[in-house]
């Protein structure tokens, strides 16, 4: 009975000096969205369509994105470039692009699908919204450039191979 008296207040008290050791120390709460948020260069986030150089739309409306997606929430509808209405620097572009983010499941098929590096999984991860329908992302949200201010990459080591792993060179 002693014994376990003396057991249950030593670990109320090791407990308690878990808590007394943060107390002093700072507070690692982030102020999203007023403070940036640290993110790992391989974190797959919210897709961006990227552009050339020139400006040119990489995308070329093939639909191979669409055709690897697991979950069909890749739309698009390709158009014919012309002289006058040149989009991209292939026959065709997407006309439509839509990616219905509420069933997309970050698995980067799109762009491991895609032959011309136009979709990519970018950093952004903050994609709540107050109406499902602001969810299916259009070609003009997509498109580059999109740099939210809140994201930070991290640029410290954040892959270490592990002897365990038995990861060669
Ligand atoms: S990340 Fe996966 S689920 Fe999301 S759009 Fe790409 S292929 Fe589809
Ligand atoms: S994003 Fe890539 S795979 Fe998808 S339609 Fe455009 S070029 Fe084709």
Known sequence: MINKIFGGSYQILRA???????LFKKPVTNQFPDEPVLVYP???GRHVLKRHDNGLEKCIGCALCA???PTQC?????AENTE?????????YADVYEIN?????????CAEACPTGAIVLEHDFA?????RWD??????????PHEPKYIQIRDDEVFVPQESWRVTK
């Open 127 to 131: 994609l709540a919204e107050y109406d």
């Open 16 to 22: 308690m000096g878990v808590t007394l050791k943060y």
């Open 42 to 44: 391989r974190f797959r």
């Open 67 to 69: 055709a690897a997606c």
């Open 74 to 78: 890749i739309r698009v509808e390709a």
């Open 101 to 109: 983010m509420l069933r997309c499941i970050f698995c980067g098929y």
């Open 84 to 92: 006058e209405n040149r989009r991209s620097p292939g026959e065709r």
């Open 135 to 144: 969810a299916i992302y259009t070609q003009d949200r997509l498109l580059e």
